[in-house]
């Protein structure tokens, strides 16, 4: 069974960081991309990164580019987002997802609640 | 950007009827390999969104099949055949074309 656990969430001032972490199993994780997506009642789902097997490619929404490092650990089994100079609009659930690239992303965690504010 | 749009934006519908929900995108999802990538998921409440269709008509596995996806170009359709209770919840639109984009929604209920 595929299973994705995020952890990392929580409370955090404008202009501060947070290290979200995924833990990954039921499949081979160094065989595939992963993703970030975000949930927001206001703007609802948005896709924030997603990152090669390899992680020798990454890609960003606009939004969080040079402010979000995501990176993975195959030998963890392990996906992160380093997120930086945090603005109250990234309050959000943050889900890990494995990211079947063409295929979609097809299997989701349940999901992590940042929230950005002073 | 690509920009994706659903519509409604709710739909109520009694069960064993049809429904259908709308997603146009911005500009065209055909893929320089030919392909077009258009995604639906349904997000039931407090779950995390689940994979319904991909490549615009594929179903995910275990996805029953009076779940159908159609279209091409620019305008793609989700059709429920016969809703049930469990067809409750919101569905999302998402393309795959260029980076990932989802539409803002469709929530759908029993009457």
């Known amino acids: 069974e595929v299973q994705l656990v995020e952890s990392g969430g929580g409370l955090v001032q404008p202009g501060g960081s947070l290290r979200l972490s995924c833990a990954a199993s039921g499949f081979t994780f160094s065989s595939n991309w992963v993703t970030w997506v975000r949930q927001t009642p206001g703007k609802g789902l948005e896709w924030v990164a997603n990152?090669?097997?390899?992680?020798?490619?990454?890609y960003y929404v606009d939004s969080v580019k040079g402010r979000f490092t995501i990176s993975r650990d195959n030998a963890k089994n392990s996906l992160y987002l380093q997120m930086n100079s945090l603005r109250p609009e990234d309050t959000a659930v943050y889900y890990c997802?494995?990211?079947?690239?063409?295929?979609?992303?097809?299997?989701w965690g349940q999901g992590t609640l940042v929230t950005v504010s002073s | 950007d690509i920009v994706m749009t659903q519509t409604p934006l709710s739909l109520s519908v009694t069960p064993g009827q049809p429904a259908s929900i709308s997603c146009k995108s911005s500009q065209s999802l055909l893929h320089s390999d030919g392909k077009t990538y258009l995604y639906w998921y349904l997000q039931k409440s407090g779950q995390s969104p689940q994979l319904l269709i991909y490549d615009v008509s594929s179903r995910f596995s275990g996805v029953p099949d009076r779940f159908s996806g159609s279209g091409s170009g620019t305008d793609f359709t989700l059709k429920i055949s016969r809703v049930e209770a469990e067809d409750v919840g919101v569905y999302y639109c998402m393309q795959g074309t260029h980076f990932r984009t989802f539409g803002q929604g469709t929530k759908v209920e029993i009457k």
């Open positions: 997802a494995r990211d079947a690239f063409h295929n979609g992303i097809d299997y």
């Open positions: 990152i090669k097997q390899d992680g020798s490619d990454k």
